[in-house]
């Protein structure tokens, strides 16, 4: 469905705007500049201009802190998956966002942030994570449909960050995309099991689909005409597609599987545009997309408290760690004396 080969031509639908000016030498505000033109990759010990720096770091840290709590509303599942062989692979899921969640962590350090800080910023409620995740996953259909859905947009975002300008970022996307890949196979292919199944079953499906697809859609985020980062980090390399287009991208991928799967799309705009060779569809909530994501959804407080109580309980590993690693520095002191 959504392969690495999935193939993202550079049509920004945005509005060129000139590269950041910046205080540094203008010799390596140049070597930078040509870099980006030359669609080159920009590596951690390169000079970077600094707001380059804080847009990658603000990005990179929100979606590192996405992929965690995205593990909460499957996580919870866990215990309660219809047969083993759901609930395997449902645990190998949940831990492959957990690692997504690390290499991306790792990839904003690069740039100069602690993961302390990282972690503060989301545990203080500052940093946000994906407005997606605030939402309840209320039955089995839920699950099926984030695997299809929300790992389907995920996807459509993720796939073009693959050639992002700044490399650790870049090469983590790749191997986070095929990853994300399986996830949304696993989440269709458990679907069409329930579509074949008893009448509750498909009417499960149907309820499912129809409270996820409007946040699936605002997932891509803001209209292009109000997203306050995107001309710039669209001319950085950082961005390859607009939200606009990208969420275009994905209804148009959705609605030939929705077909083969045998649900309705709950969206009566929904229709061939044989002008502009796409899907028209219609208004997105965006009042409610911005209520939760400035905190009122309906789980983020529930998400936010499990996150930080996550982290204190895990204290006394990370002390433990810390401790042994001192234990050896001291070994290997007195060993070389
Ligand atoms: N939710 O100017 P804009 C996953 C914020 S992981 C919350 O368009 P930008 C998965 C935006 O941050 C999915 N906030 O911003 C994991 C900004 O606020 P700040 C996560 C949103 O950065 C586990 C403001 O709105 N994917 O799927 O150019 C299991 C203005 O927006 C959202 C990523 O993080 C939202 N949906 O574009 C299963 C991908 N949308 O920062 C699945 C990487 C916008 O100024 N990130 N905002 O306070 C991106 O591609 C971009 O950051 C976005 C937003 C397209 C999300």
């Known amino acids: 469905m959504y392969t690495q080969s999935f193939n993202v031509p550079d049509t920004p639908g945005l509005r060129s705007v000139p590269l950041a000016p910046s205080t540094e030498s203008a010799e390596s505000q140049a070597r930078f500049d040509n870099?980006?033109?030359?669609?080159?990759?920009?590596?951690?010990?390169?000079?970077?201009?600094?707001?380059?720096?804080?847009?990658?770091?603000?990005?990179?840290?929100?979606?590192?802190?996405?992929?965690?709590?995205?593990?909460?509303?499957?996580?919870?599942?866990?215990?309660?998956?219809?047969?083993?062989k759901r609930?395997?692979?449902?645990?190998?899921?949940?831990?492959?966002?957990?690692?997504?969640?690390?290499?991306l962590y790792s990839a904003a350090e690069t740039l100069g942030t602690s993961r302390d800080q990282m972690l503060e910023g989301l545990h203080s409620g500052k940093a946000k994570y994906s407005s997606i995740f605030n939402y309840p996953t209320l039955n089995w259909a839920d699950l099926g449909v984030v695997g299809w859905l929300v790992d389907g947009a995920a996807i459509?975002?993720?796939?073009?960050?693959?050639?992002?300008?700044?490399?650790?970022y870049a090469r983590a996307m790749i191997r986070v995309c095929k990853e994300e890949s399986f996830h949304q196979r696993q989440g269709y292919e458990a679907l069409l099991v329930m579509m074949k199944g008893t009448v509750e079953q498909k009417a499960m499906v149907q309820d499912a689909v129809n409270r996820w697809w409007w946040k699936c859609l605002a997932m891509f985020?803001?209209?292009?005409?109000?997203?306050?980062?995107?001309?710039?980090?669209?001319?950085?390399?950082?961005?390859?597609?607009?939200?606009?287009?990208?969420?275009?991208?994905?209804?148009?991928?959705?609605?030939?599987?929705?077909?083969?799967?045998?649900?309705?799309?709950?969206?009566?705009?929904?229709?061939?545009?044989?002008?502009?060779?796409?899907?028209?569809?219609?208004?997105?909530?965006?009042?409610?997309?911005?209520?939760?994501?400035?905190?009122?959804?309906?789980?983020n407080k529930e998400r936010l408290a499990t996150r930080v109580k996550a982290h204190n309980d895990g204290q006394w590993v990370r002390d433990a760690a810390l401790a042994y690693s001192r234990k050896r520095q001291t070994q290997a002191i007195k060993e070389a004396a």
């Open 35 to 84: 870099k980006i033109d030359a669609d080159g990759k920009i590596e951690p010990q390169d000079w970077m201009p600094e707001a380059y720096r804080k847009t990658l770091v603000r990005q990179i840290s929100q979606h590192a802190h996405s992929e965690i709590v995205g593990m909460l509303p499957e996580g919870n599942w866990i215990s309660r998956a219809p047969s083993l």
């Open 87 to 103: 609930k395997t692979i449902l645990i190998a899921k949940v831990q492959d966002e957990g690692g997504h969640g690390l290499y």
């Open 156 to 168: 459509m975002n993720q796939i073009p960050l693959c050639r992002c300008s700044y490399g650790p």
């Open 221 to 299: 985020g803001p209209p292009d005409a109000d997203s306050p980062h995107s001309a710039q980090a669209m001319r950085w390399g950082i961005k390859r597609i607009s939200n606009d287009d990208l969420r275009q991208k994905f209804v148009d991928a959705t609605v030939p599987q929705a077909k083969v799967l045998g649900v309705t799309l709950p969206d009566p705009d929904l229709k061939w545009n044989e002008e502009r060779q796409h899907h028209d569809y219609g208004q997105i909530d965006w009042d409610e997309f911005w209520s939760t994501v400035n905190g009122n959804g309906p789980c």
